[in-house]
């Protein structure tokens, strides 16, 4: 770090340890877990706010990225019962859906006349629909609108999918691949370490199957988002212990493309009683992952979890993906109290968003591939 920075930083107070912290980040030095440990507990906003944007820098210059996109969300019916969700039903239970093949299709053409480049499915894992139904879907999303992409299933629906057919997790992904995915997203990651997963998602697939997941994906040249729910009953600790699993597998593949740090929602679920993390907490942790993960290409703020102003603010904290225009079609968030409760951006104001900010708008597709600059 360059001595009046170094000056700068002593003055203000930080200690000698994240002084170091800071000049190894400077060198381009990969942070330890108990550095990581040390940022989270004692490094200030504007502290984790030049190291972030440092790091960022350095991965992706001024560019922020987001894409035309809208969310399938074939159903709300799932086997599971993670105790932070707000968006499950039993079947028969008032406010479920479950959308036929037919129906996702129609939804998708009319919501293409938008000019959108990218589908994102993902919902409940529902007992009656195996891999053969999801790649059905899949064939016939791409029947209609040969030219989007699709990044569909978390490694959870995977796992149910594949399971429910008698098939391995390589060869239904193989199938999918055939079908049409051509990425996955990143849920169901939850918190990886498992005395509090089996608190809060007890029958979800486990860290380990989550990871093999991904890196099977990945084998088969499947690239894949990562997520982290945050801001329920995790410490420091398990934080980065959750980043640290990332990191390694990243290592070994290279496979993941974003990670998007999740916030939990406390509206109409079981943890309804617990505060949801402030923006400063959000912005804090924002800045850590970026320090930390130092091998994941993209950080997104997924703003309809988190408001378009906070995640135009995530910018400055290394953040340097926006996800997409949306068109009102996912409710997860909606469900669990997000200010967004019909989420829609145009691409205008994503890129007001970004520019207002002083970065450089770049449309992109699902593969990070620059679409256009604004
Ligand atoms: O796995 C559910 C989370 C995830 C709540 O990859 C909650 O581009 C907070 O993964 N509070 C699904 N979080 C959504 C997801 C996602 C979203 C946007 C983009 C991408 C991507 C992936 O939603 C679940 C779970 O971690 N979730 N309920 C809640 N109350
Ligand atoms: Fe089911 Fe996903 Fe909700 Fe868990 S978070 S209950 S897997 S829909």
Redesign the pocket.
């Known amino acids: 770090m360059p001595a009046t920075l170094f000056s700068l930083f002593s003055q203000t107070g930080i200690s000698h340890k994240l002084i170091q912290v800071a000049e190894n980040v400077a060198a381009g030095k990969r942070v330890t877990p108990e550095e990581g440990i040390l940022l989270y507990r004692e490094g200030s906003l504007p502290f984790l706010a030049v190291l972030a944007d440092h790091v960022r820098h350095r991965i992706n210059g001024k560019k922020v990225y987001f894409n035309r996109n809208i969310?399938l969300e074939p159903t709300n019916i799932c086997v599971n019962h993670?105790a932070?969700?707000?968006?499950r039903r039993k079947k028969g239970e008032e406010g479920c859906w479950e959308l036929g093949i037919s129906e996702l299709v129609e939804l998708a053409e009319k919501h293409s006349r938008s000019g959108i480049t990218e589908i994102?499915v993902?919902g409940g894992v529902h007992p009656d629909r195996d891999v053969h139904f999801y790649a059905e879907l899949l064939r016939e999303i791409k029947r209609i609108l040969p030219d989007v992409q699709i990044?569909a299933f978390?490694a959870?629906e995977i796992d149910a999918m594949c399971n429910f057919a008698s098939m391995g997790i390589r060869e239904g992904l193989m199938l999918l691949k055939e079908a049409g995915l051509v990425?996955?997203?990143?849920?169901?990651?939850?918190i990886f370490d498992e005395t509090l997963r089996s608190k809060i998602c007890p029958d979800k697939t486990g860290s380990e199957g989550w990871l093999n997941i991904h890196r099977i994906a990945h084998q088969l040249g499947i690239p894949?988002?990562?997520?982290?729910?945050y801001?329920?009953l995790e410490d420091y600790s398990q934080r980065i212990d959750h980043l640290t699993r990332l990191r390694s597998l990243q290592d070994e593949t290279s496979g993941f493309n974003?990670f998007?740090p999740?916030?939990?929602?406390?509206?109409?679920?079981r943890?309804s009683h617990i505060e949801e993390q402030t923006t400063v907490e959000d912005l804090r942790n924002y800045a850590v992952s970026r320090i930390f993960l130092d091998n994941i290409p993209h950080l997104?703020a997924?703003w309809?979890?988190i408001g378009k102003q906070v995640a135009q603010l995530s910018l400055a904290f290394g953040v340097d993906d926006l996800?997409g225009t949306i068109d009102d079609t996912?409710k997860?968030?909606s469900?669990?109290?997000?200010e967004e409760q019909a989420p829609t951006a145009t691409t205008a104001q994503l890129v007001e968003m970004i520019e207002g900010a002083g970065y450089i708008a770049v449309e992109r597709d699902t593969l990070y591939r620059e679409i256009r600059s604004a």
């Open positions: 969310h993670c932070f969700c707000s968006y994102h993902v990044k978390t959870v990425s996955m997203p990143g849920g169901g990651a939850e894949t988002n990562s997520t982290m729910l801001g329920l974003a998007i999740l916030k939990f929602r406390h509206y109409n679920n943890f997104k997924y309809p979890m996800d996912t997860i968030y469900m669990a109290g997000a």
